[in-house]
């Protein structure tokens, strides 16, 4: 009689799967967990200022662009690098619209954005929020979450490259002085129904996800010929009827 040859049990083989299954998550885990800054939030009771966002263009254009962003937002990074460019030169510059974009951010999600807001807001103070927020969105990949887990020593060659006062600049980040202005951004978008970013509002409606530039176009020259007076010129300047 032939013996049957015994099976060695696969249960060792599993077990070390899972057991390397587990230490790479935790390593995972433990990688984003080590790179994210400690939490940035305001005072209790802290009294909010009007949010105003930040302007782009002529504050008379007919049609305003408001764009809810989040500065570590990879989809808000698309939008700020590839169509942002065209809507700038095509739609902002000739006075079609002007463009608004207002603090959204989501420490929740993306652990290292407050200090990107911060940043760029204290950019603001010395007149350099629209050349910090180009390099915020550019370098995105460079000091987020998973690249950073000091994220101002990357933004803080953003603020020398754009020529900022360094001392005043170290002053207002560090004292965070304007967490108040980007809370108030993000309660006007909350009230606004915005759940997502990016979220652009042309005139009365919200459009979740952003838009291309043509589609932009379309809404801005549409919205513009149905005001009384008014419509869009060949070259794309606004005309009287």
Same mark, same amino acid.
């Not at 590839?82 to 700038?88: K, V």
């Given at each position: 009689m032939v013996k049957a040859t015994p099976t060695k049990s696969r249960t060792p083989f599993y077990m070390l799967i899972a057991i390397a299954a587990i230490v790479g998550a935790a390593g995972i885990w433990y990688a984003i967990k080590g790179n994210t800054v400690e939490p940035i939030t305001l005072a209790p009771g802290t009294k909010l200022p009007p949010a105003e966002g930040y302007l782009r263009g002529n504050p008379d254009a007919p049609v305003t662009i408001i764009e809810f962003a989040d500065f570590e937002c990879p989809g808000c990074g698309q939008f700020a690098n590839?169509?942002?460019?065209?809507?700038?030169k095509r739609i902002v510059e000739p006075g079609l619209a002007n463009f608004r974009f207002y603090d959204y951010p989501i420490p929740e999600i993306h652990g290292n954005t407050m200090v990107a807001h911060l940043a760029a807001s204290c950019a603001n103070d010395q007149g350099?929020?629209?050349?910090?927020?180009?390099?915020?969105?550019? %370098?995105?990949?460079?000091?987020?979450?998973?690249?950073?887990?000091? +994220?101002?020593? &990357?933004?803080?060659? /953003?603020?020398?490259? &754009?020529?900022?006062?360094? @001392?005043?600049?170290?002053?207002?980040? !560090? !004292?965070?002085?304007?967490? +108040? @202005?980007?809370?108030? !951004? #993000?309660?006007?978008?909350?009230?606004?129904?915005? %759940? $997502?970013?990016?979220?652009?509002?042309?005139?009365?409606?919200?459009? +979740? %996800?952003?838009?291309? /530039?043509?589609?932009?176009? @379309?809404? &801005?020259? $549409?919205?513009?010929?149905?005001?009384?007076? #008014?419509? &869009?010129?060949?070259?794309g300047d606004t005309a009287k009827r």
């Open positions: 590839l169509q942002e460019p065209d809507i700038m350099k929020f629209w050349e910090m927020h180009d390099l915020i969105f550019q %370098g995105q990949y460079d000091w987020n979450t998973q690249a950073a887990r000091e +994220p101002r020593r &990357v933004l803080d060659t /953003y603020a020398q490259k &754009v020529g900022l006062d360094m @001392k005043v600049y170290d002053q207002c980040l !560090s !004292s965070r002085k304007n967490l +108040p @202005k980007i809370e108030a !951004s #993000k309660q006007a978008g909350m009230a606004r129904g915005v %759940g $997502s970013t990016p979220t652009l509002v042309i005139g009365d409606r919200v459009y +979740p %996800g952003g838009l291309t /530039y043509d589609q932009i176009k @379309k809404i &801005v020259d $549409s919205t513009i010929a149905a005001m009384p007076g #008014k419509t &869009v010129a060949p070259g």
